[in-house]
Nanobody, 117 residues
Framework: EAQLVESGGGLVQAGGSLTLSCVAS????????IGWFRQVAGKEREGVSC????????DYADAVKGRFTISGDIAGRTVLLHMNRLKPEDTAVYYC??????????WGQGTQVTVSS
């Protein structure tokens, strides 16, 4: 069974750092686009960052550029999201997503990140 499992969330003070981990099982990241999304209760899920397993290209939402970094060990089926200089507005449930064209689309269960002011 294909599965994504996130970990690394928690409570941190503003200005602090956290690293989220996304580990795949039941499939490999080869040729996938792997992304991090976040959602606040009552709001739509928004994209945070993504990584192409094909060319290792990365992209970031404007709100996190210069503070967050996505990295991946594709063969090891692990993608990390390094979050620095966290702000209270970064508080959300963070989800990992792996998508292959329109054929496969997997989501993790989410991990809570809370940034106190």
């Amino acid at each position: 069974e294909a599965q994504l499992v996130e970990s690394g969330g928690g409570l941190v003070q503003a200005g602090g750092s956290l690293t989220l981990s996304c580990v795949a099982s039941g499939f490999t990241f080869d040729d996938y686009a792997i992304g991090w999304f976040r959602q606040v209760a009552g709001k739509e899920r928004e994209g945070v960052s993504c990584l192409s397993a094909i060319d290792r290209d990365t992209d970031y939402a404007d709100a996190v550029k210069g503070r967050f970094t996505i990295s991946g060990d594709i063969a090891g089926r692990t993608v990390l999201l390094h979050m620095n200089r966290l702000k209270p507005e970064d508080t959300a449930v963070y989800y990992c997503n792996a998508r292959y064209k329109d054929w496969y689309n997997y989501w993790g269960q989410g991990t809570q990140v809370t940034v106190s002011s």
